[in-house]
């Protein structure tokens, strides 16, 4: 125990030596998780539409002020012909076009039905479907109350039963995006500065040359490692008790959940990170490489976390890979945790895995560090 101390005292000497080191590891993430989360909005909103009403009559201008009042939808443009609006979406300047026909009201009156031509900017896809999605239910909405169908609803007792569907929202009433980001944008910075900081650590010592020091003193390798290891444990768990209170007092997300499941889990998640970034550290011989190659494996980890693109729908060969990244597990957990209170029996599965990512990743470490005596 002795030898881990002196490690121990050595490790925090150069840490808080270095201030730089201290600002990457507490400011950085703190600035991040307040104005990433801001940023990633999965809300579409502020389309833009170019509208062309050939029709000029009463239940045109309802449908445009309908449209124009949902909240989702600015109309940037009335134009006189379709080929006029066109050169709004070329320009970049609207992402749909609305073209309602001559004889809109007297057909929809006269013979019940009615087309109406939409044209979509898909270069931005999810952009393109959800606009369309949300234009497509306005036009159902105010079909359905138009006072001529409501008439023939109210007159025609022969018709089908309608089926009248209430839904609730489980674990995110108001389905509110900040609720599934900031819980997936807090696991990412713990895994960036987790993974970073430990993978440039012992290549450090290599090109300081203080390695050959350490490698003729009788401490085990063992002992080596857990002395890197613990420092930077204790820091990432302070980091991560900062990010959950950044949580709380700036969008306001408490966890549902076991406060002492969540330190428990992510308590073993970051060690699992930092056997990862020692490991990588006792490959590489230059920090510019160990930096290189932990970006690498980093942005895996994040692409294939779940944040951005849900696990279930990636391809299976993509889910193998996810399966296989700890940060994946871990984004689940805290996820769970803190919006569901999900419980240890509902999450040991993920737990086994990043257990076992632990002892592997560190027992790798370990193995791979070549010390001479």
Request: with cysteine; net charge neutral; aromatic share 12%.
């Amino acid at each position: 125990m002795k030898r881990i101390s002196f490690i121990l005292q050595k490790e925090f000497r150069q840490i808080f030596r270095d201030k730089t080191i201290l600002v990457m590891m507490f400011a950085v993430p703190t600035i991040q998780l307040i104005i990433i989360p801001q940023a990633i909005n999965f809300d579409v909103k502020n389309i833009n539409i170019s509208v062309v009403d050939l029709d000029h009559s009463s239940f045109s201008q309802k449908l445009i002020s309908k449209i124009g009042s949902s909240g989702y939808f600015r109309i940037v443009s009335a134009d006189l012909s379709y080929r006029q609006a066109l050169k709004h979406i070329e320009k970049e300047e609207a992402d749909l076009v609305m073209e309602i026909p001559v004889g809109f009201e007297r057909n929809l009156v006269r013979e019940g039905a009615q087309k109406i031509g939409i044209s979509v900017d898909a270069i931005n896809g999810t952009k393109a479907t959800i606009g369309y999605a949300y234009l497509n239910s306005i036009i159902a909405e105010f079909n359905t109350g138009l006072d001529i169908n409501q008439v023939e609803l109210s007159g025609n007792h022969s018709m089908a039963g309608i089926i009248e569907i209430e839904y609730s929202n489980w674990f995110n009433p108001m389905a509110e995006y900040k609720y599934y980001i900031v819980p997936g944008v807090l696991v990412l910075l713990l895994t960036m500065i987790g993974g970073f900081i430990t993978a440039l650590n012992i290549v450090r010592e290599k090109e300081a040359g203080t390695i050959e020091q350490i490698n003729v003193t009788p401490i085990k390798k063992w002992e080596f490692i857990l002395g890197k290891l613990i420092p930077f444990w204790i820091i990432g768990m302070i980091v991560f008790s900062v990010g959950l209170i950044v949580c709380w007092l700036v969008y306001g997300i408490v966890s549902v959940g076991s406060m002492a499941l969540l330190y428990l889990i992510a308590a073993v998640y970051m060690i699992a990170l930092l056997g990862f970034g020692l490991l990588i550290s006792t490959f590489s011989d230059s920090q510019v490489q160990a930096m290189f190659v932990a970006f690498f494996f980093i942005m895996i980890f994040i692409l294939m976390s779940g944040l951005f693109t849900s696990v279930e729908s990636m391809p299976s060969w993509a889910r193998a890979i996810s399966n296989l990244t700890p940060t994946t597990h871990f984004m689940k957990i805290v996820r769970m945790i803190m919006m569901k209170g999900s419980g240890l029996t509902d999450l040991k599965i993920e737990l086994y895995y990043i257990i076992a990512f632990a002892f592997g990743l560190n027992g790798w470490a370990i193995w791979n560090y070549k010390k001479t005596s």
